[in-house]
């Protein structure tokens, strides 16, 4: 079973994302493979830094789509616990990816 973890964080005074949208065109794409029953696709908004390891802890995912924003530095922008955007570093992702392995 490959899961599949789809994060997304649209903070407070930042454009506005479908991310509604997005997923379901994932989870339609999914749904319509020969392989659909190989694949498990789990969801979470509004995600801080702060749950994003009890996130990946939780699911095990073998592939994270984030939506969201960044930054021309190559940073990722989540939600804080009041909405609003909070930068994570590469290293930083890189360091908690490497968590699950």
Do not use: W
């Not at 649209?10 to 379901?24: A, C, I, M, T, W």
């Amino acid at each position: 079973m490959v899961r599949i973890l789809f994060l997304s964080a649209n903070p407070d005074h930042s454009r506005k994302l479908n991310v509604g949208q997005e997923f379901n065109g994932i989870y339609a794409r999914i749904r319509c493979s020969e392989y659909r029953d190989q694949f498990e696709l789990q969801q979470r908004n509004a995600v801080s830094l702060s749950e994003l390891q009890d996130h990946i802890l939780d699911t095990r995912p073998n592939i994270v789509h984030f939506s969201g924003h960044g930054t021309a530095k190559g940073m990722l922008i989540f939600e804080n616990a009041y909405g609003r955007a909070q930068k994570a570093s590469p290293k930083a992702l890189s360091d908690l990816f490497g968590i699950i392995n």
